[in-house]
Structure formats: C-alpha cells, structure tokens
C-alpha cells in the first residue's frame, strides 16, 4: 500500500461532543496514507465521541491545546459536531493554535459545525469556505464567503458540510498534504 504521507504529521484538535465518524473517519485515511497522528484537546484524559446525540466511543488524549505548537505539525484537522466547536472556540489556547496554524499558511480542515472555531480565530474573512447549512449567516457575518458544496479548498483551508462529504474531505486533504511528484 502507497504511503504518500509518511513523515507528515498532522494534529487532531477535537473535545468532549466531537461527532465521532468527522474524528475517526479522517484519522484512519490520514493513518492509512502514512501520516502520524496526535489528539489535542482542551485538558488531558479522553474526550467523549457522539453519534449525532448519542454517547459513542472515548478517545485518548495526546497533548493539551495549551502545550501545543503548530510548528510541531503540517496540518490541523478540526472535526464537528455541535458541542465540540461551540467549546473550543471559547478556549484561548485552542483558539490560539489555530490562529497558528492559519497564520504559517499550513493547511486546515474543518468540517460540519467547525468553521465556528475559524470565525472566533479571525480566519474567515474574505475566505471562502462550506459548513454545515446552519453556519452560513455565521461564515457572511464574520466576511466569509459561504458556499454549498461537498468540499472546498481556499489555498489551504479545507471545509466540508456533512459526514456524507467525508469521501471528498478526506481525499482533499490527502491531495493537500502529499508531496508534488
């Protein structure tokens, strides 16, 4: 099996609430295409994954938003859900990485309700991105441009709308990442 990603290394940034498939779904197609993989959330411990409202799998956590640097990685994932953007974003030091992330110009994925974390970041100002349909007046009123489809890519700022778009995330985002042969 091809292992394009093999010395890259890309953080998970993902709390209590996070829709479970946006995390695990990203994770084994990152892992698979040979990327290593690390968990920050807000506290250490495990963070509870959901199933839409439903309680579903913990997921140990690898490193605090606060302990964490963005020149410790090549890229940024940031699964949905409702609860879990809605917490990070009101966290300083995980707000603080993304703005780290987004101000090296390394590549940031952001699917469902995890464009919220972006706004509070200061990252979608003339940008264009999708999201869950719920965020667009969020994405205008913060200066983004919102748009609806599966995924979309603003030079390295990848955004996707729903689990179903998880295909085109995930593939998206491996493009991004691979090496220019």
Request: glycine letters at 6%; hydrophobic letters at 40%; charged letters at 25%.
């Amino acid at each position: 099996m091809s292992a394009p990603l093999n010395g890259k290394r890309v953080a998970f940034l993902a709390t209590d609430g996070v829709e479970q498939i946006e995390l695990t779904r990203p994770w084994q197609d990152l892992q698979g295409a040979g990327a290593a993989l690390e968990l920050i959330s807000l506290e250490d411990g495990d963070i509870q994954g959901y199933h839409h409202l439903d309680k579903a799998h913990t997921f140990k956590v690898d490193k605090t938003a606060a302990n964490a640097n963005a020149d410790d990685y090549d890229a940024l994932v940031l699964p949905g859900g409702v609860a879990n953007p809605d917490a990070l974003r009101t966290d300083v030091h995980a707000v603080k990485l993304i703005k780290q992330f987004c101000n090296k110009h390394k590549p940031v994925a952001a699917i469902c309700h995890a464009p919220w974390t972006l706004i509070e970041a200061d990252q979608v100002e003339g940008r264009t991105l999708t999201s869950f349909p719920s965020l667009k007046t969020d994405i205008q009123n913060a200066g983004g441009h919102w748009v609806d489809e599966p995924v979309h890519n603003d030079n390295g700022l990848i955004t996707s709308r729903v689990p179903d778009d998880l295909d085109a995330f995930c593939a998206e985002l491996i493009e991004v990442l691979s090496p220019v042969a």
